[in-house]
C-alpha cells in the first residue's frame, strides 16, 4: 500500500507537466486540468483534478480515481503495469517485505517516553516511516498511572469507510526497538484505564473508542466507559480482569443500533466474557441503522436525556450456569471411533445441537433472552463443544486434554443427521398445535420439531374479560381507520400463536397509513415484539437476486415475523412465491447442495398508501392507521397513554402474551361454525384464525378486502365491464366477429383500446384484448372464444349478467318476501 501511495503522490507532485506530455492541448484552469478527450486535445470534456487524481470523461467516457489509472487508460495497459512503469520513470522501489517472526519480538508495555513525542492534540509523533499518512482520528491506551500502553488510529477510505490501524511499541530479539502496526498481544488492555479508580460504581462498556469518549462526556462523571481495542471480532482478545473485579458495581452494555445484531452479538460475547450479571441499554427501533451513543451527543442530547434514556430502557441480564462437562476418552488413531465416542456422550450434555435445514446448528440465547439459531463450521463447532464434552486421550503421564482436530469436527458436521433432533421452527411464545393444544413449557419439542421460549411474566390461565382490556389498554392510542383494521391487528398476534396449527400459507401483513408519522411501524413493531422480542426488519432492495437472498437467509434463521420496513414496490418475485407456499427449495451456492426451508414465519411489512397489482391484493391483509392530521408526527407524547409503545411492549410481554393465549383458548372452547371471509388459497388460515376472532366478538375479520380489491382493480377492467355492457345489448349471446366489436367500441367510444389512423378501434387491437381475458367472468357474464364461424374468428358470452339479477331482487324486495 505504501508503494501505491508513493507512486500517486509523486503523479500529482508532477503535475501539470506529467499531464501536457500524457494529454496534449489540454489547458489548465484552477487545480483542474481540461481536454477534449482521455487522449488529449483542445475542449473541456475531459477533466483532471490535479491535487486528488480524480479524473472522468463527462461526455459519456471512462472515469478513475488517480492518475495512475488514467494513465492505464491512455496506454490501454493493466493497471498493475501502469503502476510499475511509473514507479520506474520516478525511481520508486517497493519496501522489501519483511516476515513478522512473533518469536523475534516481545512487546514493551508501558512505551518508553522518550519513543514518542505527544503533539498538543495527543496524536504521537512518530519518526518517518511508521505512519505515512495523517489518520482523521487518534487514541491513545493509557494504564492507571497515565503511561501509554499503545495507540489506534483511524482512517477514512475514499469510499466512506472506516480502517483502523494499531500501533505498539516492540523489542527485537536483536536488542533494536520500534514502532509496529500490529496490535499488542492478548489480552490487550482495555479503553480508558486511566479512568478507573477503586470506588467506581458503575461501568458502561460500548464499542469503539469514538464512543467511549462521547459516553465520558454524556454520562456521569463518576461511571467508567471504556471498550475494547479490535471491534467485535476481537471481544475474545481484551483483558476484562479489571471490569471482573468491580464485585459490587453495575454494569451496562451499550450496543451499537445495527440492523443485523451486530451490535447485540458483540455485547453479547461481552457478557459471556464477565460471567456476571450485567444491564444491556435497549435501542430505541427510531434511530437509524448504527445509531450509537457518539451519535447522540452529535445530535445534542444533554446528559441529563443519556442518564434517563439508559435509566428508562436497560433489561438486566444474569449470566446462566456453566453446563456439566463429561469427559471423553478418545484412544488411538481411529476418527470414525472417536465419533462414536462423542455421540454417545453427547445426549447426556443436553447440548442444544440440532439438524436445521441451513444444516448442523446450535441455538444460543442472546442478550436480549431470545433464541436465535447459528449454523456451525469446524471451528464454532469445536468452540461450542467445549463447555460441554472434555476430549481426552491416554499418556504416560496418565489422562491428558486432547482437542478435537479438524478432520474430527467435519466429521462429527458431516455424520451429524441421525445422531441430533430436528428443528423446523423457533417459537418465542407458547405454541398451539393442531387440534388445539396448548404447549407453554420452555424446551424442545419433539412432535412439532420446535424450540419453545416462554416469555418472563408469562402465566397461563388469564380471565378472558381481563385479557381483552390487556389488549384493549395496549392498542389504546393507534388510530385504526376502521374496525376490520383493528380486528386484523389482532390477528396478526393470534395467528404467530397459532401458526404451527395452520398447515399453509399465511398472508403478508400491510401496516399502511396515508402519511408518514402516523404510527404504522412502530404498530408493526410492537405487535411483532409480542411474538419475538427485538424483531429486525429487512431492508428492501429493488435487485430482485439481492432480494431473494436477503429473504432465504431470514428463513434459515427460522424467525418467528419478517419484517420488510417501508416497501415502496411490491413486485418482488420470490416474495410472491413464497407468500402462497409452506416451503420453498433454495440451491445454497457456496455449499453446493439443495435445501427445502420451511417456513414458519409470519409476513409483514410497513408502507404509505400501497399501489398493489391484483397479484399482491390476493396475497395480502390490511392494517391501516388514519389520524386525519396533516401532520400526524407532532401530535403531543403527553397524550398518548402508552409514549413509547415499544418499551411498553418488551417491559409488559409476558402479560400480553399471556393475554392472547387466553383469547386463543376461549376461542378453541366455544363450538360454533361462523360464517368465514374467503382468500384464495390462504383457506386453512382462515379456518383457523377466523372462529378465534368470531367468538370473540370480532366479526370484522378481513372486512376491507372489497375495499381494497377496488383500490386494485385494473383500469382496463372497468372497460372491459363497459364493452361487455353494450355488447350484451347489442348481441346477446350471439358469436361476434372482432370487426363487428370493433365498431361497437369505436361507437360508444370505450377507452384503452388502440385506435387507427381514422380514429377506429381496430379489430386486431379488439381481438388481441379479447384473447387476454377469455374465459374470464365479467359483470356475471363468461367470455368466450375464439372460435371460427365461418371462416372468421368469434366470440360471445354465456351466463346471465349481474345488473339483471339486481334488478330482479330489487322488484323482490319491493313487492315483499313471498313476491306479493
Request: charged share 25%; net charge negative; aromatic share 10%.
Amino acid at each position: 500500500m505504501a508503494y501505491l501511495e508513493d507512486v500517486r503522490r509523486a503523479a500529482l507532485d508532477h503535475c501539470p507537466a506529467f499531464l501536457y506530455e500524457l494529454l496534449p492541448e489540454g489547458t489548465v484552469t484552477g487545480h483542474y486540468y481540461k481536454t477534449a478527450t482521455v487522449f488529449g486535445g483542445r475542449g473541456k470534456s475531459t477533466s483532471v483534478n490535479m491535487q486528488s487524481g480524480r479524473w472522468g470523461d463527462f461526455a459519456g467516457g471512462p472515469t478513475g480515481g488517480d492518475l495512475i489509472s488514467l494513465y492505464a487508460t491512455v496506454k490501454a495497459i493493466p493497471y498493475k503495469q501502469a503502476l510499475h512503469e511509473l514507479a520506474s520513470r520516478w525511481n520508486i522501489k517497493p519496501a522489501p517485505r519483511v516476515q513478522f517472526r512473533p518469536q523475534d519480538w516481545t512487546a514493551v508495555i508501558p512505551a518508553p517516553a522518550e519513543s514518542y513525542p505527544l503533539a498538543e492534540d495527543s496524536s504521537p509523533q512518530f519518526p518517518v516511516g511508521v505512519i505515512r499518512d495523517a489518520p482523521s482520528l487518534w487514541w491513545v491506551y493509557l494504564d492507571q498511572n497515565y503511561e501509554v500502553l499503545c495507540f489506534r488510529a483511524r482512517y477514512n477510505t475514499p469510499d466512506g469507510k472506516k480502517q483502523f490501524r494499531p500501533l505498539s511499541y516492540w523489542r527485537h530479539v536483536d536488542g533494536h526497538m520500534e514502532w509496529l502496526i500490529r496490535d499488542l498481544p492478548a489480552l490487550r488492555p482495555l479503553y480508558n484505564l486511566q479512568m478507573l479508580t477503586d470506588d467506581i460504581k458503575t461501568v458502561c462498556i460500548v464499542e469503539g473508542e469514538k464512543k467511549a469518549d462521547s459516553g465520558v462526556a454524556l454520562l456521569p462523571r463518576d461511571w467508567w466507559v471504556t471498550s475494547w481495542s479490535g471491534g467485535a471480532q476481537s471481544v475474545a482478545y481484551a483483558d476484562w480482569s479489571p471490569v471482573r473485579r468491580l464485585k459490587d458495581a453495575r454494569i451496562i452494555l451499550w450496543p451499537d443500533a445495527d440492523s443485523d445484531h451486530t451490535g447485540e452479538r458483540a455485547m453479547n460475547a461481552v457478557a459471556k466474557q464477565l460471567a456476571q450479571p450485567v444491564e444491556v441499554v435497549e435501542t430505541d427501533p427510531r434511530w437509524p441503522d448504527g445509531y450509537d451513543i457518539a451519535d447522540l451527543q452529535k445530535d445534542g442530547w444533554t446528559s441529563e436525556q443519556a442518564l434517563a434514556y439508559v435509566n428508562l430502557h436497560t433489561v438486566r441480564l444474569v449470566p446462566e450456569a456453566p453446563p456439566e462437562r463429561v469427559e471423553v476418552i478418545l484412544s488411538g488413531s481411529d476418527v470414525f471411533a472417536h465419533m462414536e465416542a462423542i455421540w454417545e456422550a453427547l445426549p447426556t450434555t443436553k447440548a442444544p445441537l440440532y439438524s436445521t435445514p441451513a444444516g448442523p446448528s446450535c441455538l444460543r440465547r442472546n442478550i436480549h433472552k431470545a433464541i436465535e439459531v447459528e449454523k456451525l463450521e469446524p471451528d464454532s463447532f469445536r468452540a461450542f463443544l467445549r463447555p460441554y464434552v472434555r476430549t481426552m486421550r491416554h499418556s504416560p503421564q496418565g489422562c491428558i486434554d486432547f482437542g478435537i482436530r479438524d478432520e474430527l469436527a467435519t466429521g462429527l458436521l458431516f455424520n451429524m443427521n441421525g445422531h441430533v433432533p430436528a428443528l423446523e421452527a423457533i417459537y418465542h411464545t407458547p405454541m398451539f398445535l393442531p387440534g388445539g393444544r396448548l404447549v407453554d413449557t420452555t424446551g424442545y419439542h419433539e412432535a412439532a420439531q420446535a424450540w419453545v421460549s416462554v416469555p418472563d411474566g408469562y402465566s397461563h390461565g388469564m380471565e378472558i374479560e381481563q385479557a381483552w382490556e390487556v389488549i384493549g389498554d395496549f392498542l389504546y392510542d393507534f388510530p385504526f381507520e376502521s374496525d376490520c383494521d383493528r380486528t386484523n391487528a389482532i390477528s396478526f398476534v393470534l395467528s404467530g400463536l397459532m401458526r404451527r396449527s395452520i398447515d399453509g400459507p399465511t398472508p403478508l401483513y400491510r401496516f399502511e397509513a396515508p402519511t408518514a408519522g402516523t404510527g404504522k411501524s412502530l404498530l408493526c413493531q410492537a405487535l411483532s415484539e409480542i411474538l419475538c422480542p427485538y424483531v429486525a426488519a429487512l431492508i428492501p432492495s429493488d435487485n430482485e437476486e439481492e432480494s431473494r437472498k436477503r429473504m432465504v437467509a431470514a428463513l434459515l434463521s427460522m424467525p418467528t415475523v419478517t419484517v420488510f420496513d417501508n416497501v415502496e414496490k411490491f413486485d418482488n418475485v420470490a416474495l410472491k412465491v413464497a407468500l402462497t407456499s409452506d416451503r420453498i427449495v433454495e440451491r445454497i451456492m457456496r455449499e453446493h447442495k439443495q435445501v427445502e426451508i420451511p417456513i414458519r414465519t409470519l409476513w409483514a411489512c410497513t408502507v404509505n398508501n400501497p399501489v398493489l397489482s391484483p397479484e399482491m391484493f390476493r396475497r395480502s391483509v390490511r392494517v391501516r392507521l388514519n389520524a386525519k392530521l396533516a401532520h400526524p408526527e407532532t401530535r403531543d407524547p403527553s397524550a398518548f397513554r402508552h409514549p413509547e409503545i415499544v418499551s411498553y411492549t418488551r417491559k409488559n410481554r409476558g402479560t400480553l402474551v399471556s393475554a392472547f393465549v387466553s383469547v386463543v383458548e376461549f376461542g378453541l372452547n366455544v363450538k360454533d361454525t361462523p360464517v368465514l371471509p374467503r382468500l384464495g388459497g390462504y383457506e386453512r388460515w382462515i379456518a383457523t384464525v377466523g372462529p378465534i376472532l368470531s367468538t370473540n366478538g370480532y366479526e370484522a375479520f378481513l372486512g376491507n378486502l372489497d375495499e381494497d380489491r377496488k383500490l386494485t382493480e385494473d383500469p382496463q377492467t372497468e372497460v372491459l365491464c363497459k364493452l361487455v355492457r353494450v355488447w350484451w345489448e347489442q348481441f346477446s349471446t350471439q358469436r361476434v366477429s372482432p370487426s363487428r366489436l370493433a365498431e361497437l367500441a369505436t361507437r360508444e367510444n370505450v377507452s384503452f383500446l388502440k385506435k387507427g389512423e381514422d380514429g377506429k378501434v381496430s379489430s386486431r387491437s379488439i381481438g388481441w384484448y379479447l384473447r387476454r381475458y377469455r374465459g374470464s367472468v365479467v359483470e356475471g357474464l363468461v367470455l368466450n372464444g375464439p372460435a371460427k364461424v365461418q371462416g372468421e374468428r368469434c366470440f360471445w358470452l354465456t351466463g346471465k349478467p349481474d345488473w339483471e339479477i339486481t334488478n330482479e331482487l330489487e322488484q323482490v324486495d319491493g313487492q315483499g318476501a313471498l313476491g306479493f
